[in-house]
């Protein structure tokens, strides 16, 4: 969590993939990601997602939201990718590769 983040809002979720770059991920907690990140290739992501948070509540994972419009945007105040490349380069210049 970098320090400029707001504290007030749920703290945003991120996804690092094999190549080292970041991903923000819907929702404020990981299920409610996972399961957006489920549907984002249904034909109707409301419908597919409400089903999904139905079934995950059977099986005793109620997620914060049921409505996938409702799920939160995962923004971030201060960009995870322009961040990395910045200390890379802060690096690179100290260590006289630049």
């Known amino acids: 969590m970098h320090p400029d983040e707001p504290t007030d809002r ?13 991903w923000g991920m819907m929702g404020s907690i990981l299920a409610e990601a996972c399961a957006a990140d ?6 109707d992501r409301r419908i597919a997602f ?8 059977e099986l005793g994972l109620p997620l914060g939201v049921r409505d996938y ?8 105040t201060v960009d995870p990718d322009e961040l990395t490349e910045e200390l ?3 690096e690179r210049v100290k260590r006289g590769l630049a």
């Open 38 to 43: 489920q549907v984002r290739y249904e034909p």
């Open 88 to 90: 890379i380069d802060a």
């Open 69 to 76: 419009d409702a799920v939160r945007d995962g923004e971030f």
């Open 10 to 22: 749920p703290w945003p979720l991120v996804e690092l993939d094999t190549e080292f770059s970041y």
């Open 50 to 57: 409400s089903r999904l948070a139905d079934r995950l509540a």
